[in-house]
T-cell receptor, first 114, second 112 residues
């Protein structure tokens, strides 16, 4: 069974641009979460989608948005990029985010903002 | 608000020695607790999790963790460390598996 895949793996953008990252969850998983990982702030929860609906959102500005498609694939978008958005963006999926579920992480997309 | 503290940024352990990584949490209700490991350039891998029941939890790769409600702690242990255990370890807490609050991580270095 294929794991969580994220594309692209590496990305370089300049300030002010916008970027879209993609995540394909494990087959059959309906919950997808996104996390931002930086050396200073560590791992921070961005948002969670379940059955195409945003179920939870972390404390990030509105420049960060996401969506989930009917096949559970998810995208996140960051508009008007800032230097501080440079980070590893991790996607994770689980069956239903239920109590006994396990959340599996992808390898991440490394975003560098110049 | 929930939070996780991992007091040790770096820990160096000799190969074959025992290991304990500390984790303290702040959470309003009964917490769901997790330990993840991240190797360089990799995503996170779940080592073990605690939801309820037996406070000593067994995980993969020979790791275990003990939940102590009175101390708000969930420390990770391994009796004998292998060089391949060198990685960064994260403790996390959440109301559900999909919305976790992570600690800042502890980098484990294994010396020969």
């Amino acid at each position: 069974k294929a794991g969580v895949t994220q594309t692209p793996r590496y990305l370089i953008k300049t300030r002010g641009q916008q970027v879209t990252l993609s995540c394909s969850p494990i087959s059959g998983h309906r919950s997808v979460s996104w996390y931002q990982q930086t050396p200073g702030q560590g791992l921070q929860f961005l948002f969670e989608y379940f059955s195409e609906t945003q179920r939870n959102k972390g404390n990030f500005p509105g420049r960060f948005s996401g969506r989930q498609f009917s096949n559970s694939r998810s995208e996140m978008n960051v508009s008007t990029l800032e230097l501080g958005d440079s980070a590893l963006y991790l996607c994770a999926s689980s069956l239903r985010a239920g109590q006994t579920d396990t959340q599996y992480f992808g390898p991440g997309t490394r975003l560098t903002v110049l | 608000a929930q939070s996780v503290t991992q007091p040790d940024i770096h820990i160096t352990v000799s190969e074959g020695a025992s290991l304990e990584l500390r984790c303290n949490y702040s959470y309003g209700a009964t917490p769901y607790l997790f330990w993840y490991v991240q190797s360089p350039g990799q995503g996170l891998q779940l080592l073990l999790k605690y939801f309820s029941g037996d406070t000593l939890v067994q995980g993969i790769k020979g790791f275990e963790a003990e939940f102590k409600r009175s101390q708000s702690s969930f420390n990770l242990r391994k009796p004998s460390v292998h060089w391949s255990d060198a990685a960064e370890y994260f403790c996390a807490v959440g109301a559900r598996v999909s919305t976790l609050t992570f600690g800042k991580g502890t980098m484990l270095l294994v010396s020969p």
